[in-house]
Nanobody, 123 residues
Framework: QVQLVESGGGLVQPGGSLRLSCAAS????????MGWYRQAPGKQRELVAAITRGGTTNYADSVKGRFTISRDNAKNTVYLQMNFLKPEDTAVYYC?????????????????WGQGTQVTVSS
């Protein structure tokens, strides 16, 4: 199974910055899409940003111009640079990835989630 491990969350003041990282490990043949989602208390999980293997990006309107997603294909890692953070950005941030893995004697598709990392924006 492909595992995703996030890091970089924490407490930051409004207007501050944080950088999240998510590293994938396992019998990975190729990772297609990678993305970041978030879930605030009492709300549904929502897409924050996504990036294809070729580097095409997609952002939620609420974070455009403030957040930047990037990835290092050689390291199977995706990043989320978050600038000008607002209190409404407070949530648990989850990493997601899908691709192809080496299963038992065959290639199989995978779609995995990380365990989540808390981001709190507060003064």
């Amino acid at each position: 199974q492909v595992q995703l491990v996030e890091s970089g969350g924490g407490l930051v003041q409004p207007g501050g910055s944080l950088r999240l990282s998510c590293a994938a490990s396992g019998s990975i043949i190729s990772i297609y899409g990678m993305g970041w989602y978030r879930q605030a208390p009492g709300k549904q999980r929502e897409l924050v940003a996504a990036i294809t293997r070729g580097g095409t990006t997609n952002y939620a309107d609420s974070v455009k111009g403030r957040f930047t997603i990037s990835r290092d294909n050689a390291k199977n890692t995706v990043y989320l640079q978050m600038n000008f953070l607002k209190p409404e950005d407070t949530a648990v941030y989850y990493c997601n990835a899908d691709g192809l893995q080496l299963g038992y004697q065959a290639y199989t598709n995978f779609a995995s989630w990380g365990q989540g990392t808390q981001v709190t924006v507060s003064s």
